[in-house]
């Protein structure tokens, strides 16, 4: 058995999100790449993500990693990555590949990930950004969004952030760096790393962040939500097309051992 | 009679392009556009635009015009932007509207106009340009793309990168600027203005320049292809998703007479 992790790039719009969803929810992600990876192999394989994401989300760099039949050898002479572009759609490309260890696993051994999320700032729409941003008409004031984001920084409870479904044990998560930011004149970027995120806790975190600018509700406020771990307490799920998974992070010890294709 | 200019983006992936193609070729830009007017004027609406865009090509700045029923005083006090937004998908957006003199013709006033093609330029393609971009493997010499280009500038006759299709009688084009340029790490950008644009031209000559770059052909030999006046001689047509209409230029003294919405 060859373990493989590699780093993915997808348009989650067309996609019922990460996990099945049902008959009538349309193509998973995770369903259309076994699917193409059986199809390569000639052989079922059981793919592991860092994490799933919700409908309509999408990544940049998610990872992930499967169990191969094939020895390791026939890998250095192959382009992997080039094979699944053969039968994958243009909305996923895989961008690199990996031969790991077998203590490398996509979803236990991430470490902390980046999530940024996009607004498109100006009184009309983009179509060009339609698919990747919620729109926000009124000009939005960054230094106020970002004193509501120093709230999040540390380790805190994010009970009242997470959205009811998978129940989770520890609610308590550690954020790096949240940092709201113009990216160009009419883009606006919200840039959050933390150890692990709750069910849609990034979208509850940007649409409570978005009603506290629209009201000018004072951002320490932040504080009393975080403290109540009630999700009535915090504000509206920001939409997903503006999510965008960034980055996952490993171990340093362990990014070594994984020998590059 | 008021006579209304408007500023239209569009996402021209989902549309067979300006032009109705018949009942099974999907919706054009055109008549989804003649609709929305129509249900928001509860009156039929024929629209013109500066010029036909093809399947698959997009614009950030088509200008088109109609003539409609209504006094000029009720337009002033109305966001005839935003009834049009509520009307339309997420892939059309009126930006601007003004009440345009009646000498003002979206076709016939136009002197030159804008087109832009975006080449994605990487080993491995990009979900979030894969609507918007040409892939292109191998790294782009944008110095000898720009000595091709630089054969295109003055007046021509372009009969060698039009595509049969409505006949003109007058191929002669007068190209102002003809330029490559990296526009971020993995994006080319080629930027052409003109007095007007024969049917594909711009991916006529986009499609031929890559192949001159390809295959090191001397960019000279672009000179010999415009004297042939044959298309045979002349290279591929870039696909549509590169393209995008940029700009539409009118007279000073006809915008002048224009009053913005």
């Not at 962040?209 to 009630?230: G, N, S, V, Y």
Request: positive net charge; proline residues 4%.
């Amino acid at each position: 058995m060859t373990r493989i992790r590699f780093l993915v790039s997808y348009d989650g719009t067309d996609f019922c999100g990460w996990q099945k969803q049902g008959p009538s929810a349309g193509a998973s992600l995770q369903q259309t790449l076994e699917e193409a990876l059986s199809k390569v192999f000639d052989q079922k394989i059981d793919l592991s993500a860092s994490g799933r994401t919700d409908a309509g989300v999408h990544a940049l760099g998610q990872v992930c990693h499967f169990d191969v039949d094939v020895p390791e050898e026939r890998f250095l002479k192959w382009d992997f990555c080039w094979a699944m572009q053969g039968v994958l759609q243009k909305n996923i490309v895989i961008r690199k590949a990996w031969i790991a260890p077998a203590d490398f696993h996509a979803t236990l051994s991430a470490t902390h990930k980046t999530y940024r999320y996009f607004v498109y700032n100006h009184r009309r729409a983009n179509p060009f950004w339609a698919r990747n941003s919620h729109w926000v008409k009124k000009p939005l004031d960054l230094e106020f969004l970002q004193r509501c984001a120093d709230q999040l920084v540390g380790e805190h409870d994010f009970k009242s952030f997470q959205t009811a479904g998978t129940p989770v044990l520890n609610t308590v998560r550690t954020i790096h760096e949240a940092r709201w930011e113009r990216r160009s004149a009419n883009l606006v970027q919200f840039t959050i790393t933390g150890s692990g995120f709750l069910k849609q806790m990034v979208r509850n975190l940007v649409g409570t962040q978005l009603q506290f600018e629209k009201f000018q509700r004072e951002p320490t406020e932040i504080a009393q939500i975080l403290a109540a771990r009630d999700r009535q307490k915090a504000g509206a799920t920001a939409p997903p097309q503006g999510l965008l998974l960034w980055k996952v992070f490993y171990p340093a010890d362990l990014d070594k051992r994984c020998r590059p294709l």
